[in-house]
């Protein structure tokens, strides 16, 4: 189906591995790029070295904007600034995100941590909630961890030793059923799963239960814009909204086979249906967006490995498909940069890049600005591309591993229109 595909990465600079979201309060996420640059200019990194390639690029063109690179044992702590004419400056160190040893999401300010026992939970510098009780972690490897903290407008949730618990934002938390975790909020509550299981819930605020959505789900995603429940069940797509169930289409009308069950992925307003042949992109109402066949992957190594970049005005979206082959222990091949116009019934591949996968694990990020996308994957490969002139492409190989601060981590976006993605 797909390869590796990353759409929150988790942090965890100590103890146990969980997952934060924010639930029902959708906000444009943003990222401190450190403090504004007064009278002191940035410093000018004199390395890396410009390879013969990105100086071509250099003397063909300028980027359309300037883009950030944000890296450093906690990711965004160090800041450096691609300019338009590909020199790269170094930016003031910014200050830690988040506290010390907090586990926490890009793309959210959302953090928690274990403070002396107690579960403490806050957005940015600030502390929004502290349990009143003591959740004691005996190791790392404990099953007796808290994981998948889930902030709400008015409450929040969380697992700890397989028992879901709910607490207001200003009170104590309270356990409220076994086996359960949390997906996240809507109108009037919180959607649940089971552990080992397919139904899936609707709790109030105070964690009773309020309807079963479903009893047999093959695959479900939350879209935190809408504070929706897509999932997939009986061969048809549904979606909930509080209690409100309704169908959307049959998989078959979608022409998306039943098994095995299509991935969904909320983009924003938009939704992917990843099939093991087709790719199809619903609109909120359930209207069709595009559809696509699922490029031909050649080779064990491969598949869509991006999740979808919407354009501006949601006029098309893009994502990236590997392909590749095994040499000796590692894979070698390339990734190809695809544009799906809205009412289009098949992608058109724009750019292709040459790859030395990673051998534990490849992705790739693409975000907008304009008619311009801006590639990047885990390999530290950058490009440029002009959406409406391909030959207009910037490739910048190399650029950010060649960074001091870049090992434990980064992030590359337009400057100005943050977006975390953890390469």
Not at 74 to 89: D, K, P
Not at 192 to 207: C, I, K, N, P, V
Request: proline share 7%; hydrophobic share 40%; with cysteine.
């Amino acid at each position: 189906m797909r390869a590796i595909r990353v759409l929150a990465v988790v942090l965890a600079a100590a103890g146990a591995v969980a997952s934060v979201s924010l639930g029902q309060s959708p906000r444009k996420h943003g990222v401190d790029e450190g403090p504004r640059i007064g009278a002191r200019k940035p410093a000018l990194i004199k390395g890396p070295r410009i390879s013969a390639r990105t100086r071509a690029a250099r003397e063909a063109g300028r980027l359309p904007a300037p883009v950030t690179i944000a890296a450093g044992r906690m990711l965004g702590t160090v800041i450096y600034r691609l300019a338009t004419n590909l020199s790269i400056h170094r930016l003031s160190v910014a200050a830690r995100p988040f506290p010390p040893g907090a586990i926490w999401s890009p793309g959210s300010d959302a953090w928690f941590k274990l403070q002396r026992g107690h579960l403490v939970v806050g957005r940015g510098r600030t502390t929004v909630w502290r349990s009143h009780g003591v959740f004691a972690q005996p190791h790392r490897n404990s099953a007796k961890t808290v994981g998948a903290v889930t902030v709400g407008p008015h409450a929040l949730a969380f697992t700890y030793d397989d028992t879901l618990y709910l607490a207001p934002l200003g009170g104590a938390e309270r356990a409220v059923t076994r086996g359960e975790f949390p997906l996240g909020w809507t109108s009037g509550g919180l959607y649940t799963a089971q552990s080992l299981g397919r139904e899936m819930f609707l709790r109030a605020y105070d964690g009773r239960l309020l309807d079963v959505i479903e009893r047999r789900t093959f695959d479900s995603a939350y879209a935190p814009a809408t504070g929706e429940l897509y999932f997939t069940a009986h061969r048809t797509l549904m979606v909930a909204h509080g209690t409100h169930v309704r169908r959307v289409a049959s998989l078959a009308r979608l022409g998306l086979r039943a098994w095995p069950p299509p991935e969904l992925q909320p983009a924003g307003r938009l939704l992917e249906l990843q099939g093991s042949d087709r790719l199809v992109v619903l609109r909120a109402d359930g209207s069709l967006f595009a559809s696509s066949p699922v490029p031909r992957i050649r080779g064990p190594a491969g598949g869509i490995d991006s999740s979808l970049a919407v354009a501006p005005r949601a006029s098309a979206v893009a994502f990236s498909a590997a392909s590749g082959r095994l040499r000796g222990s590692a894979a070698v091949g390339a990734e190809t940069i695809y544009v799906l116009r809205a009412g289009a019934h098949a992608a058109v591949p724009l750019h292709r890049e040459p790859v030395k996968f990673n051998p534990c694990a490849h992705f790739a990020s693409l975000q907008w600005r304009g008619s311009w996308l801006l590639y990047g994957n885990s390999e530290g490969t950058l490009a440029a591309i002009d959406v409406t002139d391909a030959r207009r492409t910037i490739e910048m190989p190399g650029v950010v591993k060649r960074l001091p601060d870049t090992r434990w981590g980064y992030s590359t976006y337009w400057s100005g229109q943050p977006r975390w993605t953890y390469l």
